[in-house]
């Protein structure tokens, strides 16, 4: 059901990473080089991201990009749930809360946080994340791009 990604899913992840920035989930689209790069730093091993296909009826149902940072506040460390994707024709079959009791109980590292953003008018997603025990967190979140300056 959820696997991480092989060099042979590469084309796979990329395909699954435009659907989900043309989707109603998302605010803005995302340039596909950072697609192209963002695949080949999971496979070549990088220690900050991962990336899983979720896989049902022997087809591909979506995908998640996990992202790992420590935090002093959280006492350890945090798993960013960075997107989490499924299709529409895999919607509604619990595939999405299966996959966060699957990172909470079966990751190889003790997580102190599980984190994740989602768009305020996704209530689907919304909804799925409280079911799963999630909170809103009362935080202003800013950012700087680097590439914007």
Not at 11 to 24: A, I, K, Q
Not at 38 to 46: H, N, Q, R, S, V
Not at 47 to 72: C, V
Request: proline share 6%; with cysteine; charged share 25%.
């Amino acid at each position: 059901m959820f696997r991480p990604i092989g060099r042979q899913d590469r084309d796979t992840l990329v395909c699954l990473m435009r659907e989900f920035y043309h989707s109603p989930a998302v605010l803005h689209p995302v340039p596909d080089a950072h697609f192209q790069k963002t695949a080949d730093l999971i496979l070549a091993g990088t220690p900050y991201a991962d990336a899983y296909l979720f896989e049902e009826d022997g087809q591909t149902a979506g995908y998640a990009l996990t992202a790992k940072t420590y935090s002093n506040e959280a006492g350890g460390l945090v798993l960013w749930l960075e997107e989490v994707y499924i299709r529409p024709a895999f919607q509604g079959r619990g595939i999405g809360g299966r996959f966060l009791r699957y990172l909470a109980e079966e990751y190889p590292e003790p997580i102190a946080r599980l984190r994740l953003e989602v768009e305020e008018a996704n209530e689907g997603a919304a909804r799925l994340y409280r079911r799963a025990g999630y909170r809103d967190f009362p935080y202003r979140q800013m950012i700087w791009d680097g590439s914007e300056t």
